[in-house]
């Protein structure tokens, strides 16, 4: 635990943020490589500079919508983990939850609603698969040995084993 | 545009905008796709809105355009019908169709169940009373309330599990072994107070009891990592 003393918390933002911008820039710069290179007139040229101008265009926007989601999502993370106290999945999906509606604000309550349970939905599925990544890495790696008795550091308190004995 | 507006416009069009006509009589969803000419002084900030709105309810639009005007437009509306009707399917086309239906039907399939899966393991993890992460939550719960730890480590106490790589830290680490026939559980998580520094371990062992089906905590106990370790014990129930 030392090495890590930094808390991640303030700082993940950041780095949600960043990471969401690259994989909305990444995979737009695809999607738009593929319909700009498709749309265009007959040519390789005409081809490969509409497909550059696609993606000089329309990439960055994604990359930005992304980043919105996915800086806004960690700072309403890190948000409820300071406010419960400790971290587990029920933060992840109340965070995707209120980013949805947050991001639908414009378009009236009951978009907000609907874009609260796709983003829920959505953080719960992502959850989902982190916990089954987690247990099935986990069952890759042989056990420790089983741990049958009780740890040492109960030896001390004394009044529990006259209990037993009553 | 055809088959969108009306094919009778009435004579008020010579004096006013387009825009302001079909507004008044059919309501602001009815306008055609650009149909909006930005010449009109006062729309000039309403047409984007109003395209928008426009293009939203398009679909339903041509189709009660056509309900509205049975009579009049008998004609356009058959020749609509020709067009669009399909023209002879051979068997060949249709068993290609039938194949590509079917691929599309399995990977809905496979997705529907792939879906099913995540939410059934989402589901187990946040509402069942045996996954790790409730019983780190009522064991966290019992820390909490608990006037030693809260002597040590000061009021609000936070609890977190192991840090992944991107420095979320909510998986709690667990072993579940079976001791005597019965299902045991351990847990190990880390608290952490209000003054800086103090960092404990939190140890928690469960046994599943048959009767209620539910686990019962066996012992809880908190490491404190200060320099004579302390170690203070919650609850031993062995």
Known sequence: MEEYAREPCPWRIVDDCGGAFTMGAIGGGIFQAIKGFRNSPVGVNHRLRGSLTAIKTRAPQLGGSFAVWGGLFSMIDCSMVRMRGKEGPWNSITSGALTGAILAARNGPVAMVGSAAMGGILLALIEGA???L?????TQFPNGPQLSEDPSQLQPPPFSNYQQYQ | MPGVLPRTLPASLGRGCLGRWLLATRGWALLGAGAVPC???RWRLRPPLLLRAARQSFGTQAGGLKAAKPGGDNKDVSVHRALNEETLVSAAQKVKEAGRDFTYFIVVLVGIG???GLFYVIFKELFSSSSPNKIYGDALEKCRSHPEI???FGDSIKGYGEATRRGRRQHVSHIEYIKD?????RLKFYI???ESGKQGTVHVEVKENLETGRFEVRYIFVDVETYPRRTIVIEDNR
């Open chain 1, 130 to 132: 982190g916990i089954l």
């Open chain 1, 134 to 138: 987690t247990r099935f890495a986990s």
């Open chain 2, 39 to 41: 010449s009109c002084p």
């Open chain 2, 114 to 116: 792939v879906t099913g």
């Open chain 2, 150 to 152: 809260i002597s040590v």
């Open chain 2, 181 to 185: 026939g019965l299902k045991h559980m």
């Open chain 2, 192 to 194: 952490e107070g209000t």
